[in-house]
C-alpha cells in the first residue's frame, strides 16, 4: 500500500507485475483474516480503489462480515461505515462513466442494506446527508435523473442550512458532473 502511494505521490512509475503481486499480498491477507478490526478495515479502506470490481465487492462482503461482532464499538463502526460508503461510492464509478449503463445495482442495493443494519446514529448528521446524495446519484445512474437531482438538491440544502458551505458546495459541483 505504501509503495503505491509513494508512486502516486512521487509521480514513479510501479510496474504492473509488482503492483499486481503487492495487490495480490493484500488480498491474500484480508481473506486470511478470522476477525477484522480496526486495522484490517482501515487497511482495506485505504487500498479498496485500487482493486478490480469483483474483488471490491467480495472483500467488502468478507470486511461487512468477518467485523460485525465489533459495531458496538464507534471506531470500528464508523470503519466499517466508511467501507460500506466508499464501496458504494466505487460501484456508481466515476463521473465520466456515469452515463454509461449501470451493472451493479443489486450489489449496490445489497451495501446499502448493510449500510441501513449498521445504523448510522442521529447524530451523525453528515454521514445521513452523504447517504442521501448517494442515493441521488443513484437514482441519477438508473435513469430517475428528475428524482436523484431532487435527493441531491434536498442534500445540498440541508448543508446549507447547517452553514456547511463547503460540503454542500463539494455536493452542487457532483452533480453539476453528473447530471
Same mark, same amino acid.
Given at each position: 500500500?505504501?509503495?503505491?502511494?509513494?508512486?502516486?505521490?512521487?509521480?514513479?512509475?510501479?510496474?504492473?507485475?509488482?503492483?499486481?503481486?503487492?495487490?495480490?499480498?493484500?488480498?491474500?491477507?484480508?481473506?486470511?483474516?478470522?476477525?477484522?478490526?480496526?486495522?484490517?478495515?482501515?487497511?482495506?479502506?485505504?487500498?479498496?480503489?485500487?482493486?478490480?470490481?469483483?474483488?471490491?465487492?467480495?472483500?467488502?462482503?468478507? #470486511? =461487512? /462480515?468477518?467485523? $460485525?461482532?465489533? *459495531?458496538?464499538?464507534?471506531? %470500528?463502526?464508523?470503519?466499517?461505515?466508511?467501507? @460500506?460508503?466508499?464501496?458504494?461510492?466505487?460501484?456508481?464509478?466515476?463521473?465520466?462513466?456515469?452515463?454509461?449503463?449501470?451493472?451493479?445495482?443489486?450489489?449496490?442495493?445489497?451495501?446499502?442494506?448493510?449500510?441501513?443494519?449498521?445504523?448510522?446514529?442521529?447524530?451523525?448528521?453528515?454521514?445521513?446527508?452523504?447517504?442521501?446524495?448517494?442515493?441521488? #446519484? =443513484? /437514482?441519477?445512474? $438508473?435513469?430517475? *435523473?428528475?428524482?436523484?437531482? %431532487?435527493?441531491?438538491?434536498?442534500?445540498?440544502? @440541508?448543508?446549507?442550512?447547517?452553514?456547511?458551505?463547503?460540503?454542500?458546495?463539494?455536493?452542487?459541483?457532483?452533480?453539476?458532473?453528473?447530471?
Amino acid at each position: 500500500m505504501i509503495e503505491v502511494y509513494e508512486s502516486i505521490v512521487g509521480n514513479q512509475y510501479i510496474s504492473e507485475e509488482v503492483q499486481e503481486n503487492n495487490i495480490r499480498l493484500l488480498a491474500d491477507y484480508l481473506f486470511r483474516v478470522e476477525v477484522w478490526g480496526y486495522y484490517e478495515l482501515m487497511l482495506y479502506n485505504g487500498t479498496l480503489l485500487l482493486l478490480e470490481p469483483d474483488m471490491v465487492i467480495t472483500l467488502s462482503r468478507t #470486511a =461487512y /462480515e468477518k467485523s $460485525t461482532r465489533f *459495531k458496538g464499538y464507534l471506531k %470500528i463502526h464508523d470503519a466499517i461505515t466508511a467501507v @460500506l460508503f466508499n464501496t458504494i461510492i466505487y460501484l456508481l464509478g466515476s463521473v465520466n462513466r456515469f452515463h454509461e449503463a449501470f451493472t451493479y445495482q443489486k450489489e449496490f442495493n445489497e451495501f446499502m442494506s448493510y449500510l441501513e443494519e449498521v445504523a448510522i446514529p442521529e447524530s451523525n448528521l453528515v454521514d445521513r446527508v452523504h447517504l442521501l446524495q448517494l442515493k441521488g #446519484a =443513484y /437514482e441519477i445512474r $438508473t435513469g430517475n *435523473k428528475e428524482e436523484g437531482i %431532487i435527493k441531491m438538491e434536498k442534500a445540498i440544502q @440541508l448543508l446549507r442550512e447547517l452553514n456547511s458551505t463547503k460540503l454542500a458546495n463539494n455536493i452542487e459541483q457532483y452533480l453539476l458532473l453528473i447530471e
